[in-house]
C-alpha cells in the first residue's frame, strides 16, 4: 500500500484550504438572502442599468457603443459585460461603497446581468449573484488600505473578485472552482489614477474591464482552469503588489453583518462622491442666503482622499468639474438642482469667479472619520460680515441618510428620461420585478 501524501504535501492542502478567497467563498455561500436583500439589490440593479442607460448620452459612451457595434460577434458575454460597465460609470452618478471606494453596480451589475441572459437565469439567480458580487468586491476593497488608493483605482483592482464572484454563482460553481475564479480574477487587477491629470476617459474603461476580467476568469474556471488560491495574501500576490497598508484579515471580518449592498450609497447628485457631502452642505445654506453675489469667502473642511481627487481650482471639461470641489460648491450654492446642467461649458463659465472664493483645507473630525464617514463642512462669510455653515457627517445617498425607494425609483426615471429611453416605467417595473423572480427584461443597446 502507497504511504499516503507527503508531510509537504499534506501542508500545501492546509495553507490552500485556508486562503483568504477560499475563506471567502466560504463565508459568501453561506450567507442567507431574504426576501428585504433581494428588494433591496433589484433597486440597486435598476440604478446601475439607468445609468448605464444615461451613460449612452454621452461623448465617451458614444465612442464605446461604436466599438460594440463594430464587434463581429456582439452576442459575447464578456464584451456586453464591458460595455455595460463602462457605461455605467460614465456619468459619476453610480452607486459607492465608502469604507472600500469601490462603486460596486458598475461592475458586478454589469456582469451579472450579461451572464443571466445568456445562460437565461431568474430573476432570484440574477439578485443573489449580484449580492455576492457586491459582497466580495467590498470586502477586498476594505483590505486594500488608505494608500492603495492614491494610485490605483479601488474599483478596477478590486472589482474582478466582485464580477468573478457573481458569475460563479450565476454558474453554480463549487468552492473549488469559484476559488479558482477569484484567483485569476486577481491576477488581472489593474487601473491607475493618472486619468486625472488630463481628464481622459480612462476610468470607464477600468469599470467596463473590471466586470469582463471577473467573467472571464469564472467562465474559464468552470472549464477546470485553476487560478492562484493565495492571490490575495501570497507573497507575489495583490497586497504584496499593490498594498502598502493592507489589512488582509479586513476580507473575512465580522462574516455576520448584513450584504454589503446595505452599507452601499446611492448617488443624487453627477458627480465624485467625495464632492457630495460638500454639495449637501452648500445647498443648506442656500436656502439662506438672498444674493449669493454677496459671498466673500467660502471655506470647505473635509478629508485627504477628497483633497487628492477633488482639488481642482479651475477645471477645463464638464468630466474636471464633476472632481472639482470648487466648481461643485459654487454650483449648489447657486442652483436649486445639482444636475447634468450644472457641469456644461456655460455653467463652467458661469461660476468660475464663485468658484475663485473657495479655499479647502483638511480638517477633523472628517479626517479621522474616513472612510468609514464621508464629510464636510462648508462655511460661507458675507460681505457684511454674517456668516453661514452647515455641517454634514454623512451625505445624502449614504445608508445614515439613505434614499428612499421613491426616491431611487424617481432618480432611475430621469435616468433614463435622459438616456431617451422609449418606456422608463416598463423597465422600472420589470427590473423591480426581479425580486419576485421576474424574467430578465432585454436593454436597448
Given at each position: 500500500m502507497g504511504s499516503g501524501p507527503s508531510e509537504e504535501a499534506?501542508?500545501?492542502?492546509?495553507?490552500?484550504?485556508?486562503?483568504?478567497?477560499?475563506?471567502?467563498t466560504q463565508l459568501i455561500q453561506a450567507k442567507p438572502v431574504t426576501a428585504d436583500d433581494l428588494e433591496q439589490t433589484a433597486l440597486f440593479v435598476l440604478d446601475a442599468l439607468a445609468n448605464a442607460l444615461a451613460g449612452r448620452r454621452t461623448p465617451a459612451g458614444e465612442k464605446v457603443l461604436r466599438w460594440w457595434r463594430d464587434l463581429d460577434n456582439t452576442s459575447d458575454a464578456g464584451r456586453r459585460a464591458f460595455l455595460l460597465g463602462a457605461l455605467t460609470h460614465i456619468l459619476e452618478v453610480d452607486d459607492l461603497h465608502r469604507a472600500s471606494v469601490v462603486h460596486p453596480g458598475c461592475v458586478v451589475a454589469a456582469a451579472a446581468w450579461a451572464v443571466a441572459m445568456r445562460e437565461k437565469a431568474g430573476g432570484i439567480a440574477l439578485l443573489t449573484a449580484v449580492l455576492r458580487g457586491f459582497e466580495a468586491t467590498t470586502r477586498v476593497g476594505m483590505a486594500v488600505g488608505p494608500a492603495h488608493y492614491?494610485?490605483?483605482?479601488?474599483?478596477?483592482?478590486?472589482?474582478?473578485?466582485?464580477?468573478?464572484?457573481?458569475?460563479?454563482?450565476?454558474?453554480?460553481?463549487?468552492?473549488?472552482?469559484?476559488?479558482d475564479a477569484l484567483g485569476n480574477a486577481g491576477t488581472q487587477s489593474a487601473g491607475f489614477w493618472q486619468?486625472?491629470?488630463?481628464?481622459?476617459?480612462?476610468?470607464?474603461?477600468?469599470?467596463?474591464?473590471?466586470?469582463?476580467?471577473?467573467?472571464?476568469?469564472?467562465?474559464?474556471?468552470?472549464?477546470?482552469?485553476?487560478?492562484?488560491?493565495?492571490?490575495?495574501?501570497?507573497?507575489?500576490?495583490?497586497?504584496?503588489?499593490?498594498?502598502?497598508?493592507?489589512?488582509?484579515?479586513?476580507?473575512?471580518?465580522?462574516?455576520?453583518?448584513?450584504w454589503q449592498l446595505h452599507a452601499t450609497s446611492?448617488?443624487?447628485?453627477?458627480?465624485?462622491?467625495?464632492?457630495?457631502?460638500?454639495?449637501d452642505a452648500a445647498q443648506e445654506i442656500r436656502s439662506h442666503l438672498d444674493d449669493?453675489?454677496?459671498?466673500?469667502?467660502?471655506?470647505?473642511e473635509t478629508y485627504a482622499a477628497a483633497l487628492e481627487v477633488c482639488d481642482r481650482p479651475?477645471?477645463?471639461?464638464?468630466?474636471?468639474?464633476?472632481?472639482?470641489?470648487?466648481?461643485?460648491?459654487?454650483?449648489?450654492?447657486?442652483?436649486?438642482r445639482v444636475d447634468f446642467a450644472a457641469f456644461s461649458e456655460s455653467a463652467r463659465a458661469e461660476l468660475a469667479e464663485l468658484s475663485s472664493r473657495v479655499t479647502l483645507r483638511v480638517a477633523e473630525p472628517y479626517a479621522c472619520a474616513y472612510p468609514q464617514a464621508w464629510g464636510s463642512a462648508v462655511t460661507v462669510i458675507l460681505d457684511d460680515g454674517r456668516r453661514?455653515?452647515?455641517?454634514?457627517?454623512?451625505?445624502?445617498?449614504?445608508?445614515?441618510?439613505?434614499?428612499?425607494?421613491?426616491?431611487?425609483?424617481?432618480?432611475?426615471?430621469?435616468?433614463?428620461?435622459?438616456?431617451?429611453?422609449?418606456?422608463?416605467?416598463?423597465?422600472?417595473?420589470?427590473?423591480?420585478?426581479?425580486?419576485?423572480d421576474g424574467p430578465i427584461p432585454s436593454l436597448n443597446l
Open positions: 499534506r501542508c500545501e492542502v492546509a495553507r490552500e484550504s485556508a486562503t483568504l478567497t477560499r475563506r471567502l492614491r494610485i490605483w483605482h479601488n474599483t478596477a483592482t478590486c472589482g474582478p473578485y466582485g464580477s468573478a464572484m457573481a458569475t460563479a454563482s450565476l454558474l453554480n460553481l463549487d468552492e473549488s472552482s469559484t476559488v486619468f486625472l491629470e488630463t481628464g481622459a476617459m480612462s476610468k470607464h474603461l477600468h469599470a467596463g474591464r473590471a466586470a469582463e476580467a471577473g467573467l472571464v476568469a469564472a467562465d474559464l474556471a468552470r472549464l477546470g482552469f485553476t487560478g492562484p488560491p493565495a492571490i490575495l495574501e501570497g507573497g507575489k500576490g495583490f497586497f504584496a503588489a499593490t498594498c502598502s497598508d493592507a489589512d488582509p484579515l479586513a476580507v473575512v471580518r465580522d462574516p455576520e453583518t448584513p446611492i448617488k443624487p447628485w453627477p458627480s465624485c462622491r467625495h464632492t457630495h457631502p460638500a454639495i449669493y453675489r454677496a459671498i466673500k469667502v467660502i471655506e470647505v479651475e477645471p477645463h471639461s464638464e468630466y474636471e468639474a464633476k472632481f472639482s470641489l470648487h466648481h461643485c460648491v459654487a454650483a449648489a450654492l447657486t442652483r436649486d453661514w455653515q452647515a455641517r454634514r457627517t454623512h451625505a445624502k445617498g449614504d445608508p445614515q441618510a439613505r434614499l428612499s425607494r421613491s426616491e431611487m425609483i424617481a432618480k432611475a426615471r430621469e435616468l433614463m428620461h435622459f438616456a431617451g429611453e422609449e418606456n422608463p416605467e416598463g423597465l422600472c417595473t420589470a427590473v423591480l420585478a426581479l425580486a419576485e
